[in-house]
Nanobody, 126 residues
Framework: QVQLVESGGGLVQAGGSLKLSCAAS????????MGWFRQAPGKEREFVAA????????YYTHSVNDKFTISRDNAENTVYLQMSSLSPEDTAVYYC???????????????????WGQGTQVTVSS
């Protein structure tokens, strides 16, 4: 069955860095766009970043544009999110997701994603 397993979350001080990983199995990873979303307490889940199947194009939400980098290794069936210059506002549960097909001009909608991981907590202390 399809599995997406996130790892790499934790507690970090403001200004620090973390690298999240998401290991995928049970489907053809290299055919799917991969995304990262996050959900802070009391807030809706929001788009963070996405990368198309080839790695040739990436998308970011504005607030992380110069801080986060998404990448993927199709040989390892893994997608990464390198996060730097973290602030308390980045505190959330981070989810990876897989999209076979997305509508619109970019894969930013939750509805575009078919599979989801269980999430990993990122906490940034001030």
């Amino acid at each position: 069955q399809v599995q997406l397993v996130e790892s790499g979350g934790g507690l970090v001080q403001a200004g620090g860095s973390l690298k999240l990983s998401c290991a995928a199995s049970g489907y053809t990873f290299s055919s799917y766009t991969m995304g990262w979303f996050r959900q802070a307490p009391g807030k809706e889940r929001e788009f963070v970043a996405a990368i198309v199947w080839s790695g040739g194009r990436t998308y970011y939400t504005h607030s992380v544009n110069d801080k986060f980098t998404i990448s993927r290794d199709n040989a390892e069936n893994t997608v990464y999110l390198q996060m730097s210059s973290l602030s308390p506002e980045d505190t959330a549960v981070y989810y990876c997701a897989a999209s076979a097909y997305w509508r619109g001009t970019s894969p930013r909608s939750i509805d575009d994603y078919d599979y989801w991981g269980q999430g990993t907590q990122v906490t940034v202390s001030s």
